[in-house]
């Protein structure tokens, strides 16, 4: 089937503008121009576009989005499922703040006052929740249930500080992660270095211990089970692979 740009913008609910702006950067050329100007878009655009909108709902820019699509390596569904993936996580998170804000609303509502670790105990069970859908199972089967639940019970005792730190050491791994892969830096680079370290500490924040090896096994997840894979990957591919690189040439 084939589709006018008109069409194509009321079919996806972007603008005829956004669309020729597509146009003009190379990230979304039309399938034929006809000799009246018009442009015309088949299924390859369609399909295109809607991958387009689906990193553009993940906060992706622009010009990645473009290296990505035009990558020959660029496998459409493995893309798809780390979007799944990404969004199945948002969903969890929204989920986890709508419980905390109604609760707090009951609350206030009541006039009941909530204590510090009432306030922060839905962010943490919705983090040990979101790691037992995820990977629960391969842990299990590769650690034992005596470990997986003495860090859940770890995480569950965390303080407001404490997850406070967990959570924005896991942001800043995510951050240099994309910054190294993004300027094509080496594994083996101090630039490694430093993740393999921060990942150790973010890893040993909940109070569980981890050998290296241990450590190296749990690395290695990221790139074998696709859902660590699309954790990390989320806004660049590489990332995951990168840590595990990382981890296995630094952790000893």
């Known amino acids: 089937m084939e589709y006018s740009i008109q069409e194509l913008a009321k079919l996806a609910g972007v603008t005829t503008r956004t669309l020729r702006w597509y146009d003009q950067i190379g990230l979304l050329k039309p399938g034929r121009v006809a000799e009246s100007g018009y442009r015309y878009y088949g299924d390859a655009q369609v399909d295109r576009l809607q991958d387009i909108l689906y990193y553009r ?4 820019e622009l010009a990645q989005i473009r290296e990505c699509l035009d990558d020959p390596a660029f ?5 798809l499922r780390s979007h799944l993936a990404a969004l199945e ?8 703040l709508i419980c905390s ?3 707090t609303i009951h609350a206030a509502e009541r006039n009941e006052t909530m204590n510090d670790e009432q306030k922060f105990e ?3 069970k919705q983090a040990v929740a979101e790691n037992e859908t995820r990977y629960g199972k391969e842990i299990r089967e590769k650690y034992g249930d005596e470990q997986v639940d003495q860090a859940n019970a770890a995480m569950m005792g965390m303080n407001r500080e404490q997850h406070s730190t967990w959570t924005e050491l896991g942001e800043t791994i995510q951050q240099k992660l994309e910054e190294a892969v ?6 083996e680079r101090e630039e490694g270095k430093l993740i393999a370290q921060l990942h150790r500490q973010w890893l040993t924040l909940t109070g569980t211990p981890y050998t290296p090896a241990k450590h190296r096994g749990i690395a290695e997840l990221y790139v074998l089970d696709e859902r660590f894979t699309a954790y990390y990957d989320k806004q660049l591919p590489g990332c995951a692979r990168f840590l595990r690189d990382a981890v296995v040439c630094w952790i000893k």
Do not use: T
């Open 57 to 60: 709902a993940l906060g992706v």
């Open 101 to 103: 804000v109604k609760a």
């Open 122 to 124: 839905c962010f943490k």
């Open 75 to 79: 496998d459409r569904l493995a893309a």
């Open 89 to 96: 996580a948002e969903k969890e998170r929204l989920d986890g």
């Open 182 to 187: 993004r300027s094509g830096c080496s594994p």
